[in-house]
């Protein structure tokens, strides 16, 4: 026999889950709906959506596109796509996840309040998060991702830092860290880390190390499940990346061993029984 244990911790966090069941919902009354961007970076979760009559688009596609309503997914989106989708005369259904839609606001509260200021954000250039939360600023806003950016701000000028809601804690204290060593004017840090995302790296750390072998399931294309993957790896060494149950290889199991399936935030629950139920099914017969 083997063992086979499914994270409890992994999977859609609560802005994605509010999200996909928003679009399920307006789905279930035949009503067509066009998701701004995927739905989540994962492929598997987005086909069984599309399947159910769901289509994913970008602004450059609104011309063409014949559904009146589109979805705005968990990530959000700056104040120019609301105003591009009311001129269009789209009904919108804002699925922005509300943690990140009272960022938003702080953001554009605290840009409005002190002109003048350098509003830095720290998170990855290019998210879909970290464009809304940059659109709030008119685009104003200094993207940081690494120590050594700081030396392209003004160090007169006073800092408010904010942070993508994904990014890991370490991070987020160096870049203050960072800023506050080379800042002469006063810098004003706000953590706005989503907990409950940034606990599931010591989370999958304790898991990963549980097992004698750990598959983790994620699209190819989140970066969540790439820094998960990589404190998974860390911890236990015999763990393997997949994007569906057909990549798992059967060579990498024995009998009698333990296995720990786990996943990222945009990891469905369906697709992590998958891969359960597929490495159960090459040793597991009564």
């Known amino acids: ?97 509300p943690i990140v839609l009272k960022l938003q606001e702080r953001v554009k509260k605290t840009y409005e309040n002190h002109p003048g200021a350098q509003i830095v954000i720290y998170g990855k250039k290019g998210h879909a998060e970290v464009i809304g939360l940059a659109g ?31 990014m890991p804690l370490e991070g987020f204290a160096e870049m203050k860290t960072a800023l506050e060593a080379y800042i002469e004017a006063e810098v004003i840090s706000y953590d706005t880390i989503c907990r409950k995302v940034a606990h599931r790296i010591p989370e999958v750390k304790r898991f990963a190390a549980m097992h004698d072998v750990c598959v983790f399931v994620s699209g190819k294309n989140s970066s969540n499940g790439k820094m998960l993957y990589n404190a998974a790896k860390k911890a236990n060494s015999s763990t393997y990346f997949v994007s569906h149950a057909n990549e798992i290889d059967k060579r990498w199991f ?14 469905p629950q369906w697709q992590m029984e998958e891969a359960k139920t597929t490495i159960e099914s090459w040793f597991n017969h009564t």
């Open 136 to 166: 709030q600023t008119n685009g104003e806003a200094f993207i940081m991702n690494n120590a050594e950016d700081v030396k392209k701000l003004n160090p007169d000028k006073p800092v408010f830092m904010f942070s993508q809601t994904t």
């Open 1 to 97: 026999m083997i063992h086979v244990e499914i994270d409890p911790n992994s999977g859609f966090c609560f802005g994605v889950v509010r999200a996909i069941e928003m679009a399920e919902e307006h789905l279930a009354k035949g009503k067509s709906i066009s998701s701004l961007g995927e739905m989540v970076h994962n492929a598997e979760e987005v086909k069984r959506l599309e399947s159910m009559g769901m289509h994913t688009i970008t602004c450059r596609d609104l011309d063409r596109d014949k559904n009146q309503t589109v979805l705005i997914r968990a990530h959000g989106e700056p104040p120019s796509t609301y105003a591009t989708l009311k001129d269009k005369g789209r009904h919108i259904v804002d699925a922005t996840c």
């Open 254 to 267: 024995k009998n009698e061993m333990s296995v720990g399936v786990c996943g990222a935030t945009s990891t």
